[in-house]
């Protein structure tokens, strides 16, 4: 039986080793955290193409989206219908990660790879793990290494990938009474490169957040002085990274997925559900013997759009984030990101200008040098 280390117990290895150890392999998945989905280090979003990944369940669902309201930075705003679900991520974590256990994997919790060693010969190739727990240290020797430990991954940095670009988000839990059905998403200038958020997870639970580059808590201080008194419950983050189109996602017998790949929306920085179609991808290719590199093409598709979206954005001052808010107020764009959700951009970018040709006087924006 085919031997196979997952390292990382997130959407993305949980999904590698429930599909691998249906499909009969030995699965070992290795978390470094004491607790599946601990600590929390995302705002918790999926738009309805999860339901095509995994069917609802509301025991890892905490709160239903029915809008979101974008603010430019002269404060004018537009609301745009959404079905959006807030998820628990340490219960969606724990639910996938107890269905591959259903199916056969293992998974060791506290436990973490300190060291790996690819063994590769001219018919096969093997990888050796060191792995640390309870302040002792052993070697497990499989015949496939996937990685997805995130952003940081010690595997991919046992493939040679060592340098990545990051956002820090910088997010806390605030105890305040709430609209609970619509968040709020703030651009401009305070929010270099990406944007701020504010998501309800309840009447009177909101995750308010954002993430920079550079700075982030120094943002994310002005940030929170929108939001009055509220009582923060519980300060959250992590690094998020940007997407990479041409890091390396295999070598031989090592694979990477999800975060450790860079499977992350550009756009907004979500990464369960291109995390988690890669995860599917990633199995198929292992399964059916096929390249890795090809099934994951509509995937990188998307991320690829999202990346361009991604970087004309950088590029947008106050005034065309004032610009564009008042455009999202329009009829025609509002049906148009009502039909389509956020995970699939190119279906979106070439049917918004037809909808809305004033969007195309952005492109003198898009087109421009990137401002210091």
Known sequence: MTRVAIVGA???GAQCAYLLAKAGYDADIFEEHK????????TGIVTPSFEKILPVKSEFFMNKLSKVRAFAPNGSRADINVNDLVYDRAKLDQYLINRAVDAGATIHVAHRVTRIEHHHKETDSTSTIAVRHHNETTDHTY??????????????????????????????LVEMPVERDVYNVYFGDNFPNFFGWAVP??????????????DSRHYFDLFMKKFGAGT????????????????????????L??????????????????????????????????????????????LRMGLFIRNALNKFTDQDYNYIVSLLAEPKLQRLLAEHDRDNPSKIIFKALFAEPRLALLWRTIFRTKRL
């Not at 430990?149 to 670009?165: C, E, F, H, M, N």
């Not at 997870?201 to 550079?214: P, T, V, Y």
């Open 10 to 12: 997130g959407p993305a």
């Open 35 to 42: 607790t599946i989905g601990c600590p929390v280090q995302c």
């Open 143 to 172: 015949d496939l290494l996937i990685g997805a430990d995130g952003p940081t991954s010690t595997v991919a940095k046992s493939i040679g990938v060592l340098k990545q670009r990051f956002w820090f988000g910088v997010q806390a």
């Open 201 to 214: 997870e309840s009447g009177n639970h909101i995750r308010i957040g954002l993430a920079a580059e550079q």
């Open 232 to 255: 923060i419950v519980e300060m959250q983050g992590g690094l998020i990274p940007l997407y990479n189109p041409n890091i390396k996602i295999q070598e031989k017998n090592t694979y």
């Open 257 to 302: 997925v999800g975060d450790a790949a860079t499977h992350v929306k550009a756009t907004t920085g979500g990464g369960i559900i291109p995390g988690m179609l890669a995860a599917q991808a990633l199995a198929a290719s292992i399964i059916e013997n096929k390249s890795y590199k090809c099934l994951l093409k509509p995937i990188d598709r998307e």
